[in-house]
C-alpha cells in the first residue's frame, strides 16, 4: 500500500470519528493514565491490517508501543492474539475503533479471497476483484484482495481501458468503440472488451483489443470460445459467478476470473478488542 496514502486517509477517518474531541474519554481518564489493548480474533479467517494498527495509532501518539503477535496474509483461529497495544488510555480508546473496523473489514475480503482461490483450485487461472469497492477504501479493500490470494483488477478508470456494452452502445459498435480508444491511448494501456456472444468476441478480436471478457457465460461456452482466442490476448471471465459454482469454472482455459463478491458483499472478520489499566 501506499504509505503516504494510508496516512491521509487514517487522519480522515480519526478525523470523522474524533471531531474535536472525544467527549467521554478525555472527561473520565487523565492523560497520564496508561494502560493496554488487545486485538483478538473471534473467528478462522485471514488476517489483514498491520499497517493500519501499527500507523493508525502511532499518528495519534507516537510514544505508544505496538507489538503484533501476527503477520498479513497469516491465518487466525478463535482465541488468538492479534497485536498488544499499549500507552495513555485516552489515546488507545480514541484510535481503537476506526482500526478495528478497519482490520475486520480487510480481514473478511482476504478471508472470502482466500475461500475463492481455494475453491477454484487452479495452478492457471488467477482470481482478481473488481471496481465494486466501498467509496474512500478501494486501496485498502484491494489490498486485502492480495493479501487473501488474489489480484487486482484495474484501480479506477484512469490505470486501464474496459469497454463494457454501454460503451457499445453508445459507441454504436466495438469496431468503432476500439477505433477511438486506439486512436487516442499510448501503447502503455491496456484495452478490454466485455463481450456476451461470439459475435462479439470475434468483433473484439479483429479490433484489436488486448483483453476479451467472456461475460455471463458458462464454462463450457468459454472453453469453446476460447480456442479462438490468440495466445498473445489476455482473457477473463465474470458475471454470475459465485463461490458455490466457482470451481466448475477450474478448466474453462481463462487468465482470470473476476469477482465482485470479493469487496462487495465481504462479512467482517470477527475481532475484539480486550482492555487492561495498569
Request: net charge negative; aromatic share 6%.
Amino acid at each position: 500500500m501506499n504509505q503516504l496514502k494510508l496516512r491521509q486517509q487514517l487522519e480522515q477517518f480519526f478525523m470523522e470519528d474524533i471531531g474535536d474531541r472525544d467527549l467521554t474519554t478525555d472527561i473520565i481518564f487523565p492523560k497520564k493514565q496508561t494502560g493496554e489493548i488487545i486485538f483478538l480474533s473471534k473467528a478462522s479467517g485471514i488476517f489483514c491490517g498491520t499497517d493500519i494498527i501499527e500507523q493508525g495509532f502511532l499518528i495519534l501518539d507516537n510514544s505508544i508501543k505496538i507489538q503484533l503477535h501476527v503477520e498479513d496474509g497469516q491465518k487466525l483461529e478463535p482465541g488468538q492474539p492479534i497485536a498488544t497495544v499499549s500507552g495513555a488510555v485516552v489515546h488507545l480508546l480514541k484510535g481503537e475503533r476506526v482500526i478495528l473496523n478497519l482490520i475486520q473489514r480487510m480481514s473478511g475480503i482476504a478471508t472470502i479471497t482466500n475461500k475463492a482461490v481455494e475453491a477454484l483450485n487452479s495452478g492457471y487461472t488467477k482470481i482478481c476483484d473488481t471496481r465494486k469497492t466501498t467509496p474512500g477504501l478501494r486501496m485498502l479493500e484491494k489490498y486485502a484482495v492480495t493479501v487473501g490470494g488474489g489480484f487486482n483488477h484495474r484501480f479506477g478508470l484512469y490505470d486501464a481501458v474496459m469497454i463494457k456494452d454501454n460503451h457499445i452502445a453508445f459507441a454504436g459498435s466495438i469496431t468503432e468503440a476500439v477505433r477511438a480508444v486506439k486512436n487516442s491511448i499510448g501503447h502503455m494501456v491496456k484495452v478490454e472488451v466485455e463481450t456476451e456472444s461470439f459475435a462479439q468476441m470475434t468483433e473484439a478480436l479483429a479490433a484489436g483489443a488486448d483483453v476479451i471478457m467472456f461475460d455471463n457465460r458458462t464454462p463450457a461456452e468459454i472453453a469453446d470460445w476460447i480456442t479462438h482466442v490468440p495466445e498473445t490476448v489476455t482473457t477473463e471471465a465474470s458475471g454470475g459467478i459465485t463461490l458455490a459454482n466457482l470451481a466448475s469454472y477450474k478448466d474453462c482455459g481463462v487468465d482470470y476470473i473476476s469477482l465482485g463478491f470479493l469487496t462487495h458483499s465481504a462479512q467482517a472478520l470477527d475481532i475484539s478488542v480486550q482492555v487492561k489499566l495498569d
